[in-house]
Protein backbone atom coordinates (compact mmCIF):
# COMPACT_ATOMS: atom_id res chain seq x y z
CA UNK A 1 0.00 0.00 0.00
CA UNK A 2 1.02 3.45 -0.88
CA UNK A 3 0.94 6.19 1.92
CA UNK A 4 2.91 9.28 2.73
CA UNK A 5 3.74 10.85 6.16
CA UNK A 6 4.02 14.64 6.61
CA UNK A 7 6.08 15.48 9.67
CA UNK A 8 4.72 18.42 11.51
CA UNK A 9 1.38 20.16 10.64
CA UNK A 10 2.24 23.39 11.21
CA UNK A 11 6.08 25.28 10.71
CA UNK A 12 6.74 28.92 11.03
CA UNK A 13 9.94 30.09 9.59
CA UNK A 14 11.19 33.93 9.20
CA UNK A 15 11.24 35.78 5.85
CA UNK A 16 14.14 35.07 4.58
CA UNK A 17 14.96 31.89 6.39
CA UNK A 18 15.13 28.17 5.13
CA UNK A 19 12.02 26.22 4.38
CA UNK A 20 12.28 22.41 4.70
CA UNK A 21 8.94 20.71 4.98
CA UNK A 22 9.60 16.94 5.60
CA UNK A 23 7.53 13.97 3.70
CA UNK A 24 8.40 10.21 4.14
CA UNK A 25 6.67 7.79 1.84
CA UNK A 26 5.93 4.22 2.42
CA UNK A 27 6.14 2.05 -0.73
CA UNK A 28 7.28 -0.93 -1.94
CA UNK A 29 8.76 0.07 -4.88
CA UNK A 30 9.91 3.89 -5.71
CA UNK A 31 6.31 5.44 -6.31
CA UNK A 32 6.01 8.66 -7.97
CA UNK A 33 5.98 11.81 -5.86
CA UNK A 34 4.72 14.86 -5.61
CA UNK A 35 4.16 18.42 -3.82
CA UNK A 36 1.07 20.21 -3.93
CA UNK A 37 0.69 23.92 -2.30
CA UNK A 38 -2.89 24.81 -1.26
CA UNK A 39 -3.94 28.81 -0.66
CA UNK A 40 -6.33 29.43 1.42
CA UNK A 41 -10.15 28.57 -0.24
CA UNK A 42 -8.71 27.65 -3.32
CA UNK A 43 -7.31 24.53 -5.48
CA UNK A 44 -4.10 22.31 -5.30
CA UNK A 45 -1.16 23.26 -7.38
CA UNK A 46 1.31 21.14 -8.39
CA UNK A 47 4.70 22.56 -6.98
CA UNK A 48 7.21 19.85 -8.36
CA UNK A 49 7.26 15.88 -9.15
CA UNK A 50 9.29 13.28 -8.73
CA UNK A 51 9.31 10.17 -11.34
CA UNK A 52 12.04 8.36 -11.40
CA UNK A 53 14.62 10.91 -13.33
CA UNK A 54 16.82 12.83 -11.32
CA UNK A 55 16.44 13.16 -7.44
CA UNK A 56 16.96 16.66 -7.38
CA UNK A 57 13.83 18.23 -8.24
CA UNK A 58 13.30 21.83 -9.10
CA UNK A 59 9.72 23.01 -8.93
CA UNK A 60 8.08 25.97 -9.16
CA UNK A 61 8.75 30.00 -7.11
CA UNK A 62 11.41 28.71 -5.95
CA UNK A 63 10.95 25.23 -3.87
CA UNK A 64 13.06 21.82 -4.56
CA UNK A 65 12.83 18.29 -2.86
CA UNK A 66 14.98 15.46 -3.32
CA UNK A 67 14.40 11.99 -3.74
CA UNK A 68 16.40 9.96 -0.80
CA UNK A 69 15.49 6.34 -1.58
CA UNK A 70 17.75 5.10 1.50
CA UNK A 71 15.57 7.29 3.62
CA UNK A 72 12.23 6.85 1.92
CA UNK A 73 11.97 10.59 2.06
CA UNK A 74 10.74 13.54 -0.41
CA UNK A 75 11.60 16.56 1.49
CA UNK A 76 10.20 20.16 0.32
CA UNK A 77 12.97 22.67 0.73
CA UNK A 78 13.45 26.56 -0.33
CA UNK A 79 16.55 28.46 0.66
CA UNK A 80 14.48 31.89 1.45
CA UNK A 81 10.69 32.11 2.74
CA UNK A 82 8.57 34.49 1.47
CA UNK A 83 5.55 36.01 2.76
CA UNK A 84 3.90 35.00 -0.04
CA UNK A 85 4.87 31.08 0.51
CA UNK A 86 1.95 30.85 3.53
CA UNK A 87 0.24 28.04 2.30
CA UNK A 88 -0.60 24.36 3.34
CA UNK A 89 1.41 21.70 1.48
CA UNK A 90 0.29 18.48 0.50
CA UNK A 91 3.40 15.69 -0.52
CA UNK A 92 1.33 13.08 -2.53
CA UNK A 93 2.79 9.52 -3.70
CA UNK A 94 1.31 8.12 -6.83
CA UNK A 95 1.84 3.96 -7.62
CA UNK A 96 3.13 3.28 -10.99
CA UNK A 97 0.77 1.28 -11.88
CA UNK A 98 -2.14 3.15 -10.13
CA UNK A 99 -4.41 6.36 -11.17
CA UNK A 100 -4.93 7.14 -7.86
CA UNK A 101 -2.65 9.51 -5.62
CA UNK A 102 -2.51 9.43 -1.97
CA UNK A 103 -1.86 12.20 -0.23
CA UNK A 104 -0.01 13.78 3.69
CA UNK A 105 -2.11 15.26 6.04
CA UNK A 106 -0.62 18.40 5.03
CA UNK A 107 1.79 20.83 6.46
CA UNK A 108 1.00 24.51 6.94
CA UNK A 109 3.39 26.83 6.76
CA UNK A 110 3.48 30.47 8.31
CA UNK A 111 6.25 32.76 7.15
CA UNK A 112 6.56 35.44 9.98
CA UNK A 113 7.76 38.91 9.26
CA UNK B 1 -4.14 28.72 -19.94
CA UNK B 2 -6.92 26.84 -19.51
CA UNK B 3 -7.81 25.02 -16.19
CA UNK B 4 -10.33 22.63 -14.73
CA UNK B 5 -13.34 24.36 -14.08
CA UNK B 6 -15.54 23.47 -11.34
CA UNK B 7 -19.22 24.27 -10.71
CA UNK B 8 -20.75 25.77 -8.63
CA UNK B 9 -18.08 27.27 -6.27
CA UNK B 10 -20.54 27.28 -3.70
CA UNK B 11 -23.69 25.01 -2.65
CA UNK B 12 -25.68 25.60 0.23
CA UNK B 13 -27.88 22.25 1.05
CA UNK B 14 -30.39 21.34 2.97
CA UNK B 15 -30.15 17.39 4.76
CA UNK B 16 -31.45 14.55 2.69
CA UNK B 17 -31.15 16.98 -0.56
CA UNK B 18 -29.26 16.24 -3.93
CA UNK B 19 -26.63 17.94 -5.23
CA UNK B 20 -24.80 17.49 -8.45
CA UNK B 21 -21.34 19.30 -9.29
CA UNK B 22 -19.43 19.77 -12.61
CA UNK B 23 -16.02 19.91 -13.47
CA UNK B 24 -15.06 20.75 -16.93
CA UNK B 25 -11.25 19.18 -17.54
CA UNK B 26 -8.28 20.81 -19.35
CA UNK B 27 -8.84 20.39 -22.89
CA UNK B 28 -6.89 17.16 -24.27
CA UNK B 29 -7.29 15.59 -20.92
CA UNK B 30 -9.11 12.67 -20.73
CA UNK B 31 -8.94 11.77 -16.83
CA UNK B 32 -10.53 12.92 -14.22
CA UNK B 33 -10.25 12.65 -10.69
CA UNK B 34 -12.65 13.34 -7.50
CA UNK B 35 -11.43 14.15 -4.28
CA UNK B 36 -13.43 15.21 -0.90
CA UNK B 37 -11.14 17.60 1.70
CA UNK B 38 -12.99 17.83 4.76
CA UNK B 39 -12.20 20.65 7.19
CA UNK B 40 -8.60 20.59 8.36
CA UNK B 41 -8.13 16.80 6.37
CA UNK B 42 -6.26 16.06 3.39
CA UNK B 43 -7.90 15.64 0.39
CA UNK B 44 -9.41 12.10 -0.22
CA UNK B 45 -9.38 9.90 -2.86
CA UNK B 46 -13.41 9.38 -4.29
CA UNK B 47 -13.64 8.53 -7.44
CA UNK B 48 -11.63 8.35 -11.32
CA UNK B 49 -12.76 8.09 -14.91
CA UNK B 50 -10.58 7.12 -17.91
CA UNK B 51 -12.19 7.68 -20.88
CA UNK B 52 -15.47 7.72 -19.79
CA UNK B 53 -15.59 4.83 -18.16
CA UNK B 54 -14.98 4.26 -13.98
CA UNK B 55 -11.09 3.93 -13.62
CA UNK B 56 -10.53 3.75 -9.89
CA UNK B 57 -13.19 3.57 -6.92
CA UNK B 58 -11.41 5.39 -3.76
CA UNK B 59 -14.30 6.19 -0.16
CA UNK B 60 -16.87 7.15 -2.20
CA UNK B 61 -20.46 6.86 -0.54
CA UNK B 62 -23.14 4.47 -2.13
CA UNK B 63 -25.35 8.10 -2.11
CA UNK B 64 -22.60 9.54 -4.77
CA UNK B 65 -22.40 8.45 -7.93
CA UNK B 66 -20.47 9.96 -11.00
CA UNK B 67 -20.01 10.22 -14.31
CA UNK B 68 -17.80 11.16 -17.36
CA UNK B 69 -19.86 12.29 -20.65
CA UNK B 70 -18.72 12.50 -24.21
CA UNK B 71 -17.18 15.66 -23.73
CA UNK B 72 -14.83 14.63 -21.23
CA UNK B 73 -16.48 16.42 -18.62
CA UNK B 74 -17.77 14.63 -15.01
CA UNK B 75 -20.65 14.86 -12.39
CA UNK B 76 -20.54 14.51 -9.15
CA UNK B 77 -24.16 13.66 -7.83
CA UNK B 78 -24.66 13.18 -4.16
CA UNK B 79 -27.99 12.14 -2.56
CA UNK B 80 -29.86 11.74 0.67
CA UNK B 81 -27.44 14.08 1.70
CA UNK B 82 -26.28 14.27 5.70
CA UNK B 83 -24.14 17.32 7.69
CA UNK B 84 -20.65 15.31 7.51
CA UNK B 85 -20.62 15.86 3.23
CA UNK B 86 -20.18 18.99 4.08
CA UNK B 87 -16.69 19.36 2.54
CA UNK B 88 -14.36 21.05 -0.08
CA UNK B 89 -14.97 18.91 -3.28
CA UNK B 90 -12.24 18.91 -6.27
CA UNK B 91 -12.32 18.12 -9.19
CA UNK B 92 -8.46 16.95 -11.13
CA UNK B 93 -7.86 16.08 -14.14
CA UNK B 94 -4.20 14.57 -16.16
CA UNK B 95 -3.09 13.37 -19.70
CA UNK B 96 -2.70 9.75 -20.36
CA UNK B 97 0.35 8.51 -19.01
CA UNK B 98 0.83 7.48 -15.31
CA UNK B 99 4.23 10.10 -14.56
CA UNK B 100 1.76 13.35 -14.86
CA UNK B 101 0.51 15.59 -12.06
CA UNK B 102 -3.00 16.00 -11.36
CA UNK B 103 -4.18 19.96 -11.89
CA UNK B 104 -7.12 20.35 -9.72
CA UNK B 105 -9.50 22.98 -9.95
CA UNK B 106 -11.02 25.67 -7.60
CA UNK B 107 -13.45 23.35 -5.90
CA UNK B 108 -16.81 23.59 -4.69
CA UNK B 109 -17.59 23.98 -1.43
CA UNK B 110 -20.39 22.37 -0.15
CA UNK B 111 -22.33 23.30 2.97
CA UNK B 112 -25.16 20.84 4.08
CA UNK B 113 -27.50 22.37 6.76
Known amino acids: AQSVTQLGSHVSVSEGALVLLRCNYS??????LFWYVQYPNQGLQLLLK??????LVKGINGFEAEFKKSETSFHLTKPSAHMSDAAEYFC???????????FGTGTSLTVIP | AAGVIQSPRHLIKEKRETATLKCYPI?????VYWYQQGPGQDPQFLIS???????DKGSIPDRFSAQQFSDYHSELNMSSLELGDSALYFC????????????FGSGTRLTVV
Open chain 2, 49 to 55: FYEKMQS
Open chain 1, 27 to 32: SSVPPY
Open chain 1, 92 to 102: AVRALYSNQFY
Open chain 1, 50 to 55: YTSAAT
Open chain 2, 27 to 31: PRHDT
Open chain 2, 92 to 103: ASSLPGINYGYT
